[in-house]
């Protein structure tokens, strides 16, 4: 079991950054980790994930503003994110994903003011 606790998501307004960070309570580095968000009325989509092997990738609409780093040491998975847009609020999950098992966090929730 692989409990996740974000922190990081508040209000800014547009054209801001803030940076989400995830904590796992144990270790990430078998785990593909990424982050999601879900806005009002809509489903639950991918932001950004980082393989095991380092490897990251993006939803286009995110391309270039955020940026997704995790720590194996640290058990911690950050997303940067910047040139924030209206578009962007939501809330704000972390996952943590292997062949097997996945577990999510609680969510924080992002806002951003036009």
């Known amino acids: 079991q692989v409990q996740l606790v974000e922190s990081g998501g508040g209000l800014v307004q547009a054209g801001g950054s803030l940076r989400l960070s995830c904590a796992a309570s144990?270790?990430?580095?078998?785990?593909?980790m990424a982050w999601y968000r879900q806005a009002p009325g809509k489903q639950r989509e991918l932001v950004a994930a980082?393989?095991?092997?380092?490897?990251?990738n993006y939803a286009d609409s995110v391309k270039g503003r955020f940026a997704i780093s995790r720590d194996n040491a640290k058990n911690t998975v950050s997303l940067q994110m910047s040139s924030l847009k209206p578009e962007d609020t939501a809330i704000y999950y972390c996952k943590a994903e292997s062949i097997i098992y996945s577990y999510w966090g609680q969510g924080t929730q992002v806002t951003v003011s036009s």
């Open positions: 144990a270790s990430i580095s078998r785990f593909m």
């Open positions: 980082a393989t095991i092997y380092g490897i990251s």
